[in-house]
């Protein structure tokens, strides 16, 4: 201690060191400066160790400087704990070290200057404020606090592992070099500035508080932020050089403020990860994740404008939110696994992997670009906003995974892009999905609410698994859309492009459904064993051509109103059910199907060009060719349950026709219309089931060879013919059918031709003469008022004939064997023979006869309604009754059997040459019976004759037999003589009736 007096001794040196000396100073050990003497000027304190030069000083215990004594300029603090002087000089301080006073060099830069280490284990603290001039300060070992305020000159250099330095930014003021494995702590920093420049491998945390770097910090180690700190930067501040940033209870990296931010520059950080609550503010500026090691950040990550986070090496996670303003990038050879809800609401440029695996259900953001790989595994990516970004990459993902677009336009180009994406795609309305080029989505069900569009120039195909949904899927380019399986229902619209193709493919063993109102004008194709299906108001009527190959299925049961197409190829099914098949526009001259056309009530509707069918028809509604239009049949092509209509023309004229009952049929349900249709040797018409059907057009059978012609088959139905037909050898009405010919109908057949009837055949409606060669059948026959003329050979007709008309019979043999009933005159030509055999009559009709009448095979005794002509009657045993006869019979009278006069006026002018092989009687029940006229007074009736009271017995000619008169006998025509070669008997009712001459 120094002396008393006036002026006060200061106190010495606790340990002064000459030069080259060395002081260690244990712990438990303490030295102290002398305290400085009281008087009326107080001493100085004396300074604890004094160093001259090139000493070392070590210090694990107690060092202090004397305290100033008491008076005037007294301090009452400390002096120096160390003094140290002439350069060279090293102080150590440990951590177990207590200081009391400044550690101060006032070498400067002599000798090299003064260095200061903080060595030991453990932790120590010393102040800031305290160590005072040196050239370097280092930190060699311990875990330091430094308290108090620093200096700029106080640039720290620290080295060995879990060596470390915690301070403030008051007490941290220099550089700080930072070796491996040590560290520099912020800790609940009240808010401040730390200017100064990280460097080296060591560490970085903030431990609460607000810290700002203003320095362009180059440190490598980790950065951690943890108990709500807030590290932002501001400036030229940098964080360390790929830096690890580890975020924990609610910290906040903040950006926004520093010169990155506002240069849009960017902070490379080794990895990043965070929990919930922290949150990085970008501002304008950028992070670039450069090697990250699987961290996750479960935070929020937001900036805005020219904001940018990248990953562009290792693995990164995200948890959390991120919002920037240009899109999150992830690098080639860069991996980014969302956790959780992790979302990135902007939008993603992967160039590496994007991996959706440990996601809760999915990940959102707005839109994909670049050219990696996006892994869904089974989880579901949301496109919010596709901004019309492309993606040039791959999306894989497992069966439960989906592809979720909710608006924009998002582009995929890429031809193996979806190859190993087996999930849904999902597209909201608004949002537009866009596969270019040869993009394609083979295995995804895909629901179109919005917009899926199929770009870029064919003829490339793009695929999806199904298509369902209600929106619009446009095809571009020539392109084409392929379904790859079963079970999709699309309600919306495909269509295309202007001036551009779009065509639909069903590929095999795959099935759609369709019930929207399709403007695509492009092909369908449907390959293998694949369905198409339109129900309610589906149409696919711009399409140029469907195929329906194969195996394949066109369904159009379902449709509200049918269905249209423009022309259809192939040899698969189409099923019409209850509705009708429009084909509206072929482009081909002459197209083809050769598969089965089947259904209920449903029909084909042919509006123009020409179409082939080589297939049977199974369908039993109409077909309708309109007038520009041709069907023509081919190979087992058959309408045969179809009303065919036709205004256009039905070529029949293919010469391999094959029908499961005769080759060379065209066989339909029923025929109507007034086109054409065409046949060729040796195809024949074979009508089914005609409903009421009226045709009125031409049917033309082509000529050839007789007898290898075709026929009419009327199968079964009403089928009427409105106009005038020409058959070249044959029509056949079977059983249960009716032929009709309207008021325009006729029916023409050769000689050699001829109608076999064994249902209905009715002329009635008609005023044309019917012809044919021969007839035939029990069927019923109704004539017209123009009659039938018969050119042929040999006919035998056992059923019924009736109508207003008459039979012409040109030549050869008619034999009718039932009861008819028809009203106008049969003729029977020179050299033509008439028969009437069983039951066969001709009440109503006149016969005029010039050929053979032969009622020889009649089992019951037949009725005329009368008989004329100079042909020869043939009675055979039989009675013939006249109903109502009228003319002049002046041909030969055969056989046995009697004439019965049962009405009208009949004039008997044959001559015993010609009666002389008849034998039998007359009966005269009414009307008037004159046998010879004036002008054939040699007319003779052989045999007796019996007039019954309504008949009379007229004539000029000779009664070979007895007359017996019940009724009137009146000679002659006017005035005349009737011989009676037997004996006359007259009842009392009977009147003998003379004509005489005044004279």
């Given at each position: 201690?120094?002396?008393?007096?006036?002026?006060?001794?200061?106190?010495?040196?606790?340990?002064a060191?000459?030069?080259g000396?060395?002081?260690?100073?244990?712990?438990?050990?303490?030295?102290?400066?002398?305290?400085?003497?009281?008087?009326?000027?107080?001493?100085?304190?004396?300074?604890?160790?004094?160093?001259?030069?090139?000493?070392?000083?070590?210090?694990?215990?107690?060092?202090?400087?004397?305290?100033?004594?008491?008076?005037?300029?007294?301090?009452?603090?400390?002096?120096?704990?160390?003094?140290?002087?002439?350069?060279?000089?090293?102080?150590?301080?440990?951590?177990?070290?207590?200081?009391?006073?400044?550690?101060?060099?006032?070498?400067?830069?002599?000798?090299?200057?003064?260095?200061?280490?903080?060595?030991?284990?453990?932790?120590?603290?010393?102040?800031?404020?305290q160590l005072?001039?040196?050239?370097s300060?280092?930190?060699?070992?311990?875990?330091?606090?430094?308290?108090?305020?620093?200096?700029?000159?106080?640039?720290?250099?620290?080295?060995?592992?879990t060596?470390?330095?915690?301070?403030?930014?008051?007490?941290?003021?220099?550089?700080?070099?930072?070796?491996?494995?040590?560290?520099?702590?912020?800790?609940?920093n009240?808010?401040?500035?730390?200017?100064?420049?990280?460097?080296?491998?060591?560490?970085?945390?903030?431990?609460?508080?607000?810290?700002?770097?203003?320095?362009?910090?180059?440190?490598?180690?980790?950065?951690?932020?943890?108990?709500?700190?807030?590290?932002?930067?501001?400036?030229?501040?940098?964080?360390?050089?790929?830096?690890?940033?580890?975020?924990?209870?609610?910290?906040?990296?903040?950006?926004?403020?520093?010169?990155?931010?506002?240069?849009?520059?960017?902070?490379?950080?080794?990895?990043?990860?965070?929990?919930?609550?922290?949150?990085?503010?970008?501002?304008?500026?950028?992070?670039?994740?450069?090697?990250?090691?699987?961290?996750?950040?479960?935070?929020?990550?937001?900036?805005?404008?020219?904001a940018?986070?990248?990953?562009?090496?290792?693995?990164?996670?995200l948890?959390?939110?991120?919002?920037?303003?240009?899109?999150?990038?992830?690098?080639?050879?860069?991996?980014?696994?969302?956790?959780?809800?992790g979302?990135?609401?902007?939008?993603?440029?992967?160039?590496?992997?994007?991996?959706?695996?440990?996601?809760?259900?999915?990940?959102?953001?707005?839109?994909?670009?670049?050219?990696?790989?996006?892994?869904?595994?089974?989880?579901?990516?949301?496109l919010?906003?596709?901004?019309?970004?492309?993606?040039?990459?791959?999306?894989?993902?497992?069966?439960?995974?989906?592809?979720?677009?909710?608006?924009?336009?998002?582009?995929?180009?890429?031809?193996?892009?979806?190859?190993?994406?087996?999930?849904?795609?999902?597209i909201?309305?608004?949002?537009?999905?866009?596969?270019?080029?040869?993009?394609?989505?083979?295995?995804?069900?895909?629901?179109?609410?919005?917009?899926?569009?199929?770009?870029?120039?064919g003829?490339?195909?793009?695929?999806?698994?199904t298509?369902?949904?209600?929106?619009?899927?446009?095809?571009?380019?020539s392109?084409?859309?392929?379904?790859?399986?079963?079970?999709?229902?699309?309600?919306?619209?495909?269509?295309?492009?202007?001036?551009?193709?779009?065509?639909?493919?069903?590929?095999?063993?795959a099935?759609?459904?369709?019930?929207?109102?399709?403007?695509?004008?492009g092909?369908?194709?449907?390959?293998?064993?694949?369905?198409?299906?339109?129900?309610?108001?589906?149409?696919?009527?711009d399409?140029?051509?469907?195929?329906?190959?194969?195996?394949?299925?066109f369904?159009?049961?379902?449709?509200?109103?049918?269905?249209?197409?423009q022309?259809?190829?192939?040899?698969?099914?189409?099923k019409?059910?209850?509705?009708?098949?429009?084909?509206?526009?072929?482009?081909?001259?002459?197209?083809?199907?050769?598969?089965?056309?089947?259904?209920?009530q449903?029909?084909?509707?042919?509006?123009?060009?020409?179409?082939?069918?080589?297939?049977l028809?199974?369908?039993?509604?109409?077909?309708?060719?309109?007038?520009?239009?041709?069907?023509?049949?081919?190979g087992q092509?058959?309408?045969?349950?179809?009303?065919?209509?036709?205004?256009?023309?039905?070529d029949?004229?293919?010469?391999?026709?094959?029908?499961?009952?005769?080759n060379?049929?065209?066989?339909v349900?029923?025929?109507?219309?007034?086109?054409v249709?065409?046949?060729?040797?040796?195809?024949s018409?074979?009508?089914?089931?005609?409903?009421?059907?009226?045709?009125?057009?031409?049917?033309?059978?082509?000529?050839?060879?007789?007898?290898?012609?075709?026929?009419?088959?009327?199968?079964?139905?009403?089928?009427?013919?409105?106009?005038?037909?020409?058959?070249?050898?044959a029509?056949?009405?079977?059983?249960?059918?009716?032929?009709?010919?309207?008021?325009?109908?006729?029916?023409?057949?050769?000689?050699?031709?001829?109608?076999?009837?064994?249902?209905?055949?009715?002329?009635?409606?008609?005023?044309?003469?019917q012809?044919?060669?021969?007839?035939?059948?029990?069927?019923?026959?109704?004539?017209?008022?123009?009659?039938?003329?018969?050119?042929?050979?040999?006919?035998?007709?056992?059923?019924?004939?009736?109508?207003?008309?008459?039979?012409?019979?040109?030549?050869?043999?008619?034999a009718?064997?039932?009861?008819?009933?028809?009203?106008?005159?049969?003729?029977?030509?020179?050299?033509?023979?008439?028969?009437?055999?069983?039951?066969?009559?001709?009440?109503?009709?006149?016969v005029?006869?010039?050929?053979?009448?032969?009622?020889?095979?009649?089992?019951?005794?037949?009725?005329?309604?009368?008989?004329?002509?100079?042909?020869?009657l043939?009675?055979?045993?039989?009675?013939?009754?006249?109903?109502?006869?009228?003319?002049?019979f002046?041909?030969?009278?055969?056989?046995?059997?009697?004439?019965?006069?049962?009405?009208?006026?009949?004039?008997?002018?044959?001559?015993s040459?010609?009666?002389?092989?008849?034998?039998?009687?007359?009966?005269?029940?009414?009307g008037?019976?004159?046998?010879g006229?004036?002008?054939?007074?040699?007319?003779?009736?052989p045999?007796?004759?019996?007039?019954?009271?309504?008949?009379?017995?007229?004539?000029?000619?000779?009664?070979?037999?007895?007359?017996?008169?019940?009724?009137?006998?009146?000679?002659?025509?006017?005035?005349?003589?009737?011989?009676?070669?037997?004996?006359?008997?007259?009842?009392?009712?009977?009147?003998?009736?003379?004509?005489?001459?005044?004279?």
């Open positions: 201690m120094g002396g008393g007096g006036n002026a006060a001794g200061n106190g010495g040196a606790g340990v060191l000459g030069a000396s060395n002081l260690t100073i244990d712990q438990g050990a303490a030295v102290t400066g002398g305290d400085g003497g009281t008087g009326a000027f107080a001493g100085q304190g004396g300074v604890g160790i004094v160093a001259t030069g090139n000493s070392i000083v070590q210090v694990n215990g107690t060092v202090a400087g004397g305290l100033s004594g008491q008076g005037s300029g007294s301090s009452n603090s400390p002096a120096d704990a160390i003094d140290l002087s002439g350069g060279g000089n090293l102080v150590g301080i440990g951590t177990t070290a207590q200081i009391t006073g400044q550690i101060f060099s006032s070498s400067g830069s002599t000798n090299g200057g003064d260095s200061l280490a903080l060595i030991g284990g453990g932790s120590g603290t010393i102040g800031a404020g005072v001039g040196f050239t300060y280092a930190v060699n070992g311990g875990q330091w606090t430094l308290t108090g305020t620093g200096n700029a000159s106080q640039n720290w250099a620290i080295s060995g592992s060596t470390g330095l915690t301070g403030t930014t008051q007490s941290l003021v220099g550089t700080i070099d930072m070796g491996g494995g040590s560290y520099v702590s912020f800790l609940n009240p808010g401040g500035t730390y200017g100064g420049v990280l460097s080296g491998a060591g560490d970085v945390s903030i431990n609460g508080g607000n810290v700002t770097f203003a320095g362009q910090n180059t440190y490598t180690g980790a950065t951690a932020l943890s108990n709500g700190a807030t590290l932002a930067l501001t400036g030229n501040g940098t964080l360390g050089n790929n830096t690890y940033v580890g975020m924990n209870g609610s910290s906040v990296l903040d950006l926004s403020a520093s010169n990155l931010a506002q240069n849009s520059a960017t902070q490379n950080l080794k990895d990043l990860a965070g929990d919930a609550g922290s949150v990085v503010h970008l501002g304008t500026g950028r992070i670039n994740i450069t090697g990250a090691g699987g961290q996750v950040f479960n935070g929020t990550i937001d900036g805005a404008g020219a940018l986070f990248t990953v562009s090496g290792g693995q990164w996670g948890g959390g939110t991120v919002t920037t303003g240009l899109p999150f990038v992830i690098q080639g050879g860069a991996q980014v696994n969302i956790y959780g809800d979302t990135i609401t902007n939008g993603v440029s992967v160039n590496g992997l994007l991996s959706l695996g440990n996601a809760n259900q999915g990940f959102t953001t707005g839109f994909l670009q670049g050219s990696g790989m996006v892994a869904l595994s089974d989880k579901t990516l949301t919010t906003d596709g901004g019309d970004s492309t993606f040039y990459g791959q999306v894989t993902g497992a069966a439960g995974s989906t592809l979720h677009l909710t608006g924009g336009t998002q582009i995929f180009t890429r031809d193996v892009g979806f190859q190993f994406f087996s999930g849904k795609t999902l909201d309305p608004g949002a537009n999905l866009l596969l270019n080029l040869a993009a394609t989505m083979p295995k995804s069900d895909v629901t179109v609410n919005g917009t899926l569009t199929v770009a870029g120039p003829p490339s195909t793009s695929q999806v698994r298509l369902n949904g209600d929106g619009v899927v446009n095809i571009t380019g392109r084409a859309l392929q379904i790859n399986d079963q079970g999709g229902v699309f309600s919306g619209t495909i269509t295309n492009a202007t001036n551009t193709t779009g065509n639909l493919v069903i590929a095999s063993s099935a759609q459904t369709l019930s929207g109102v399709n403007t695509y004008n092909t369908t194709a449907l390959s293998g064993v694949a369905a198409l299906t339109l129900t309610g108001n589906g149409s696919i009527s399409s140029s051509r469907l195929f329906v190959n194969n195996m394949s299925t369904d159009i049961s379902g449709t509200n109103a049918g269905a249209t197409v022309q259809i190829f192939g040899t698969g099914t189409v019409l059910g209850d509705q009708t098949l429009t084909l509206s526009n072929p482009t081909s001259s002459n197209f083809a199907f050769d598969g089965k056309i089947q259904g209920g449903g029909g084909l509707h042919l509006q123009k060009g020409s179409m082939l069918i080589s297939s028809g199974g369908y039993y509604g109409d077909t309708v060719i309109d007038p520009t239009a041709t069907l023509a049949l081919s092509g058959s309408l045969a349950n179809s009303r065919v209509v036709v205004n256009g023309t039905l029949g004229t293919a010469t391999n026709l094959v029908n499961a009952s005769n060379n049929y065209v066989v349900g029923g025929l109507s219309g007034d086109g249709v065409n046949l060729a040797q040796p195809n018409l074979q009508i089914n089931n005609a409903q009421n059907s009226v045709f009125s057009g031409q049917l033309n059978f082509g000529s050839g060879t007789p007898g290898q012609l075709g026929f009419l088959v009327m199968q079964g139905g009403t089928q009427t013919f409105d106009s005038a037909i020409s058959l070249p050898i029509a056949l009405i079977q059983q249960n059918a009716t032929l009709k010919f309207g008021r325009n109908g006729s029916l023409s057949l050769p000689a050699q031709g001829g109608l076999y009837n064994i249902g209905t055949l009715d002329f009635s409606a008609s005023s044309a003469t012809t044919t060669g021969t007839i035939g059948g029990p069927g019923a026959m109704i004539l017209g008022s123009g009659g039938l003329t018969l050119t042929g050979d040999n006919s035998e007709y056992t059923g019924v004939i009736s109508g207003s008309g008459g039979i012409n019979l040109t030549t050869g043999k008619l009718l064997y039932g009861g008819n009933t028809y009203s106008g005159d049969t003729v029977v030509a020179t050299g033509a023979s008439l028969l009437l055999n069983n039951q066969g009559s001709l009440a109503d009709s006149q005029q006869n010039a050929g053979v009448f032969d009622l020889s095979g009649a089992t019951a005794n037949p009725t005329v309604a009368g008989l004329s002509g100079s042909g020869e043939n009675l055979g045993s039989n009675t013939l009754h006249l109903a109502h006869a009228q003319g002049v002046d041909g030969t009278l055969n056989g046995s059997g009697d004439l019965s006069m049962d009405g009208g006026a009949w004039v008997f002018n044959a001559t040459a010609q009666t002389s092989g008849f034998s039998g009687a007359a009966l005269i029940t009414g008037q019976m004159m046998v006229d004036e002008q054939h007074a040699n007319a003779y009736l045999g007796d004759v019996t007039i019954q009271s309504a008949g009379t017995l007229r004539g000029h000619g000779t009664i070979g037999g007895n007359v017996t008169n019940t009724g009137t006998v009146f000679p002659g025509g006017s005035v005349g003589i009737l011989t009676i070669n037997g004996n006359y008997t007259q009842s009392a009712n009977g009147a003998l009736t003379a004509q005489v001459l005044p004279s």
